[in-house]
C-alpha cells in the first residue's frame, strides 16, 4: 500500500512547480526555438500578428454587423471584434500547438528526461508576444476613432494569465489525449471553428438569452472576452458575477482534471510516442 501510494506522489511531482522551476533553462530555450522557427521564414515576420486579427474583425464586421444587424454596443464595432480576437489570437494557436506539441517532439521525448509539462507550458505561451503587437493595433484605432483609455487597462495582465491557464489546461488534456489517438490532432481545428462562433467573439454576453446566459457562461472564454472588453472598452462591458464564477469554475476544473490526466499518463508517452 505504502509502495503504491509513494509511485501515485511521484506522478504529481513531475508537474510540480519546483520540479517546473529546475527545468527552466529547457523551457527558455524551447520558446525561443518555437519563435524562430514560426517567424523565420514569412517575409512580414511579427507582422502576421496584427494583420491577421485585423483582417478576421473586418470579416466579422461584414458578416455580422452589416448582414446580421447585431444591436448598437455604443461603441464602433470594430473595436467590440478586436478586444475579442486579441483574446482568440491568442488562445486557438496556443490550443492548436498544446494538442501537437508531445507528438512533435517525440524525439526529445525519447532521448532526454525531463518533465514533459514544460513542452504543454511552451505552448501555452506560444504567441505570447501577440497580445502585446495586437494592443498596440487597438490602441490605434482608440486613438483613430477618439475613444478614451481607462484605467481598467490596468487589469489586462490578469486577462492574459486567465487566457494562459486556459491554453494550459486545455494542451493538457488535448496533448495527453493525441499521444494516445492521433485523431484528435485532427479533430482540434474543427473544434476551434465551432468554439469562434459559441464564443461571443462577434457579440456579447447581453446577446443571448437571460435564460441561456448561466449556462453558456460556463465556456470560459465567455467571462475572459467579457473581461478584456471591460479593461478596454468601460464600464457598459462590466462582467455579471455569475459569468465570472461560471467561467472561473470551468477553467479550475479543467486545469486540475487535465494536470491529473497528464501526470498519471506522462510516463508511457515515451513508449507509446
Known amino acids: 500500500m505504502e509502495k503504491h501510494i509513494h509511485r501515485n506522489t511521484n506522478h504529481f511531482h513531475r508537474i510540480a512547480p519546483s520540479t517546473i522551476w529546475e527545468a527552466r533553462e529547457l523551457l527558455v530555450h524551447i520558446m525561443k526555438r518555437d519563435l524562430l522557427v514560426t517567424y523565420k521564414q514569412t517575409v512580414l515576420g511579427v507582422a502576421w500578428v496584427a494583420i491577421q486579427p485585423i483582417l478576421m474583425a473586418y470579416s466579422i464586421i461584414f458578416v455580422f454587423d452589416y448582414m446580421g444587424h447585431f ?57 505570447s508576444p501577440g497580445p502585446f503587437i495586437n494592443l498596440l493595433v487597438f490602441a490605434g484605432f482608440m486613438m483613430y476613432l477618439d475613444m478614451p483609455f ?10 492574459f494569465l486567465s487566457i494562459a491557464l486556459l491554453n494550459l489546461a486545455l494542451s493538457l488534456w488535448l496533448g495527453t489525449l493525441n499521444v494516445f489517438k492521433r485523431d484528435v490532432g485532427a479533430l482540434v481545428p474543427y473544434l476551434l471553428r465551432l468554439a469562434l462562433f459559441v464564443s461571443p467573439v462577434a457579440f456579447t454576453l447581453n446577446s443571448v438569452p437571460e435564460q441561456w446566459q448561466l449556462i453558456y457562461s ?46 498519471i499518463n506522462e510516463r508511457k508517452f515515451a513508449d507509446i510516442i
Request: hydrophobic letters at 55%.
Open 71 to 127: 444591436p448598437d454596443y455604443g461603441v464602433p464595432y470594430i473595436l467590440i471584434a478586436l478586444s475579442a480576437l486579441i483574446c482568440w489570437d491568442f488562445f486557438s494557436g496556443a490550443v492548436t500547438k498544446g494538442c501537437t506539441c508531445l507528438v512533435d517532439d517525440r524525439d526529445l521525448i525519447i532521448r532526454a528526461n525531463f518533465p514533459r509539462v514544460i513542452l504543454l507550458i511552451n505552448a501555452a505561451l506560444k504567441n
Open 150 to 159: 481607462l484605467v481598467t487597462f490596468l487589469l489586462l495582465p490578469l486577462v
Open 218 to 263: 460556463l465556456n470560459p472564454l465567455v467571462a475572459i472576452i467579457e473581461t478584456m472588453r471591460f479593461c478596454l472598452l468601460g464600464e457598459q462591458f462590466r462582467p455579471e458575477l455569475f459569468c465570472l464564477l461560471a467561467g472561473g469554475f470551468s477553467l479550475l476544473f479543467i486545469l486540475l482534471s487535465g494536470l491529473y490526466i497528464f501526470a
